[in-house]
């Protein structure tokens, strides 16, 4: 069993469609990353989360530390956030990462 | 914002030769960068953690005389990929964590395509 388990998978919407991602982990942690990767592999860090909710633009991050559990929803999406979406989560002994196996998301104009 | 800046960003090499891939934090030092790898449709994996001026930390089941690790400054961590063969094709991107900054910053990645 993975540490770090995402769902769904694989995700197809239409433009402006509101959109949810969801992280579960099985191990204690010091902190969440949501991290995008573009089609070419290149890596942006989105959110780092220890608790609560963080917004930037269209992106809202949540986590819930007692559910080991976080979601990722892009609001009015747009094709341009077509991209792989992967939750890591740092390890609170020995700040060991895990990643999980990544959503992948495409917005249809 | 802090950036790492990582070269190449693809290559292609014949089996058997060696690939050296650096990391360079361009406004900021870093004592650790991290090198992960990702093959194709999976997840990331860390391979190993580079420590300036000390030995790399390197994940189970990582070859540490295959990827060698060499952080011999705090703005330049390289990766080099040795007697490198068709299976270490993979996508390699490393990390570091500014010290201004909360979070990780990430490298554009390296493509290796081994043939």
């Known amino acids: 069993k993975n540490e770090v388990e995402q769902s769904p998978q694989n995700l197809t919407a239409q433009e402006g469609e509101f959109i949810t991602i969801n992280c579960s982990y099985s191990?204690?942690?010091?902190?969440l990353h949501w991290l995008q990767q573009h089609p070419g592999g290149g890596i942006v860090s989105l959110f780092m989360l220890s608790s609560g909710k963080k917004k930037h633009g269209r992106l809202i991050a949540t986590i819930n530390i007692q559910e080991k559990h976080s979601s990722l929803h892009i609001t009015a999406s747009h094709p341009r956030d077509s991209a792989v979406y992967i939750c890591a989560v740092v390890r609170n002994t020995g700040n060991q990462f895990y990643f999980g196996t990544g959503t992948s998301l495409t917005v249809i104009p | 914002g802090a950036v790492v800046s990582q070269h190449p960003s693809w290559v292609i090499c014949k089996s058997g030769t060696s690939v050296k891939i650096e990391c360079r934090s361009l406004d900021f030092q870093a004592t650790t960068m991290f090198w992960y790898r990702q093959f194709p449709k999976q997840s990331l994996m860390l391979m190993a953690t580079s420590n300036e001026g000390s030995k790399a930390t390197y994940e189970q089941g990582v070859e540490k005389d295959k990827f060698l690790i060499n952080h011999a400054s705090l703005t330049l961590s390289t990766l080099t990929v040795t007697s490198a063969h068709p299976e270490d094709s993979s996508f390699y991107i490393c990390?570091?964590?500014?010290?201004?900054?909360?979070?990780?910053?990430f490298g554009s990645g390296t493509r290796l395509t081994v043939v």
């Open positions: 191990v204690g942690i010091s902190a």
């Open positions: 990390s570091a964590s500014p010290p201004d900054m909360v979070g990780y910053t």
